[in-house]
């Protein structure tokens, strides 16, 4: 008898690819490798020097898949010297596993191919098992699950509902389940008076006077309350930048940066929009002239509560004794472009030590993961 992956060595070993984004350090070679001795028909999708990978057991083009998603890709360590081990070491202390990129998301991706892998070979399912792992989550995400979502549809290949393997829990393996995420955006407001002497304000346009009496109006505006499944949405004023450091000169320029995270009573188009608004109202009112530039991150979306949630729910309480929240809080996702293909929800480990120094999952815990994916694909075949 074959014996079963382990998904914490696995993870381990994954720890050692040094894959900051976007470099893949042997990651997806890795797995590519494991994936295809289990029979899965693997083609990596790379695209703007990013490295994708899809894999497939059973039929392409079956009428019923059930998909994961997920990154090996992590973000810097920062400082080596903060750590008290080798951030690439993927060394285990007192039951942790620590690493850059343990928690979020190597393990979650250990799991859900560990139990993929068995999956398939104890238990052949009447369908299709797909993985679409990317490199480039925690960067710019624009040659990642959005080139890997582009070429399955230019291949015929599909997914009917997925599951991203990031860490989802906030405080203890079970209590969360995401199914959706708020949107998220970010802009630069930048704002051009006339220069001139602070002794004789009335001679210069100062641009700091308007884009402070703007970033009051915009940080006061109560964009909403929430929803049914959503928190209020909140504007972070991030930066306001003038570059003088002369304590007698009215600067012609001033800039400012801001982050909106908002839920679904918004878009970005409708935020955006409400920006210009408040710099033409500026204007008017100060005669400066104000440009606003607009980075859209992503949409809001859900995935309503339904037999997708319900089937993640089931398996989590069934593996935890613990019922899962059904949330859409925190940052953005992989899922945000998932969702224009299939349902999606988002299920994985506890996250508080990720992107942090001595970033590190529960052993135990990683275990625990891929009995619940495992459970998760046996009932959605069954």
């Not at 014996?3 to 914490?8: N, Q």
């Not at 052949?124 to 989550?137: H, N, Q, S, W």
């Not at 930048?190 to 641009?207: C, D, E, F, L, M």
Request: charged fraction near 20%; aromatic fraction near 6%; proline fraction near 4%.
């Amino acid at each position: 008898m074959t014996a079963a992956t382990d998904p914490a060595d696995l993870t381990a070993k994954l720890v050692r690819c040094a894959s900051v984004t976007p470099e893949e350090g042997g990651a997806l070679i890795l797995l590519q490798d494991l994936l295809e001795t289990a029979g899965f028909t693997c083609t990596r999708v790379d695209r703007g020097g990013v490295a994708n990978l899809f894999a497939r057991w059973g039929d392409k083009g079956h009428s019923r898949s059930f998909g994961f998603n997920g990154h090996t890709d992590v973000v810097p360590i920062g400082r080596a010297a903060d750590w008290s081990v080798d951030p690439f070491g993927a060394e285990v202390k007192d039951g942790y596993l620590y690493g850059r990129g343990s928690t979020d998301m190597k393990s979650g991706v250990a799991a859900f191919v560990a139990a993929a892998v068995d999956f398939v070979r104890d238990t052949p399912p009447d369908g299709a098992v797909i993985l679409a792992i990317t490199g480039d989550e925690e960067g710019d995400a624009t040659d990642g699950t959005v080139a890997l979502l582009d070429w399955m549809e230019q291949n015929g290949e599909a997914m009917s509902v997925c599951l991203v393997g990031e860490p989802t829990c906030p405080e203890r393996m079970g209590d969360m389940i995401k199914i959706g995420r708020r949107g998220s955006m970010n802009a630069r407001v930048r704002v051009t008076g006339k220069q001139g002497h602070s002794a004789y304000p009335h001679r210069a346009i100062n641009p700091l006077t308007a884009l402070v009496h703007m970033l009051d109006r915009l940080a006061s505006n109560e964009l909403d309350i929430g929803t049914d499944h959503f928190d209020a949405s909140t504007l972070a004023l991030t930066t306001i930048d003038t570059g003088n450091p002369a304590t007698n000169v009215i600067p012609a320029e001033a800039s400012a940066g801001l982050n909106i995270r908002f839920n679904d009573l918004h878009s970005g188009a409708s935020l955006t929009e409400w920006l210009r608004e408040e710099a033409e109202r500026a204007d008017t009112a100060f005669g400066t002239t104000t440009e606003v530039t607009v980075k859209i991150s992503g949409e809001a979306f859900l995935t309503p509560p339904g037999p997708l949630s319900d089937l993640v729910s089931r398996s989590v309480a069934a593996e935890t004794g613990v019922t899962p929240e059904l949330s859409t809080t925190g940052g953005t996702s992989d899922a945000r472009f998932v969702r224009n293909h299939c349902p999606v929800v988002e299920f994985g480990l506890v996250g508080k030590t990720m992107h942090a120094v001595d970033e590190r999952v529960e052993v135990a815990q990683i275990h625990q993961l891929k009995a619940i994916y495992t459970r998760i694909l046996s009932d959605y075949f069954a």
